[in-house]
């Protein structure tokens, strides 16, 4: 990946420590905001600055209003970026079937013009993720049966699904339980993520802590807290909450309120053949699911980690990212897995387990145990609920 902004510096800011200072470093963003409003302010033609956009991405200076995207380099990944910067630039979501059936320069001024003038102001007062990443959103209700402690014990016929790449997504008004650290992770791949041209919007957040945004930018907001939100027609939610025992239960409070949850795959998760997933479930960037295995509700596998092939894993399991599970590895429900951890083939983690960051499974661990190093040995208990 080639960056598209570079900030030039006489010297990187830093801390009276010596180290850099990252709160100082300029916004590499802001002189695209400026670009952007003294295009708008001076009426600058849509096919000149579609043409901008294209020399941009495609790093050539010859390019035509009947210049073909694909045929001039591109490919699929820089076409993420191709309609994410024609949405920045001219503030239009242009549908999936027609960008792909206008890649020139020409077809697509057309396209935002004619979408321009048919747009309709959405009176919702929700921000429209026109920029999420959701290559899937699966909407289907949430079907829950009485849990027998086992891993993915709620991976019933009646709604174990194999993913199908390219489903269209159903709308509805995000909501994102928890607004910590991975809530934020999620409502950034949300709203960076262009791939699918879902049509949710983002309500916002729902966290029993008013303050929890309390110094980061996020709009929408906090919205209500868990148990006090009154649910609307066509909300719909994910929980984004890291620790595997509050998630459910913030889950079965929604839940229990008739709130329906679903899906969010990041575009470039990767989830092969005869993959059964349960309800809820958040995968990261670059995060695999090889075959034949089964996850179940509300789990969350971090970026770039990987489950394999025959493994399970239970509802409300949390993967946290650079993780591996080999295969036919089973994990209980609400099992921890912290960042660089791994599990080799074969071997259980009971339910509730906690696995440190970095440690090696060799052997089977019991339930609510708590585990770290290399090879992992126990430390402790994870306390009940």
Known sequence: MVPRTYVFLDHLPSLPSGKANRKALPNPFEKAEVNRSLDA??????????????????????????????????????????????????????????????????????????????????????????????????????????????????????????????VSPAGGNLIIVGAGQSGRETFTSATQAIAAGSPLCIKGFLDDNAGALEGYKYEPGIIGGVRTYQIDKGDVFVCAIGDPVARERCCSTIEQLGGQFINIIHPLANIGLNVELGVGIVMGPFSSITCDARVGDHASIGAFSNVAHDTVLGDFCQISSHCGVNGCATLGAGVFLGSHSCILPGVTVGQWAYVGAGSIVVRDVAERVKVFGNPASPIGMVKEP
Do not use: W, Y
């Open 41 to 166: 302010a001076t009426g600058a033609p849509v096919e000149s600055r579609m043409l901008e956009i294209f020399r941009e991405i495609l790093h050539l200076d010859d390019v035509t209003p009947e210049t073909d995207f694909l045929d001039a380099g591109g490919d699929s990944l820089s076409a993420v970026v191709l309609r994410h910067c024609i949405h920045e630039a001219f503030g239009v979501n242009i549908p999936m079937e027609d960008f792909h059936e206008s890649l020139t320069p020409a077809r697509l001024s057309s396209v935002v013009t004619s979408s321009r003038g048919n747009e309709v102001s959405d009176q919702t007062g929700h921000m429209r993720t026109t920029a999420s990443m959701l290559s899937l959103v699966e909407t289907q209700p949430t079907r829950r049966k009485p849990s027998n402690g086992a891993a993915g014990d709620r991976l019933g016929a009646a709604h174990r699904r194999s993913v199908l790449r390219g």
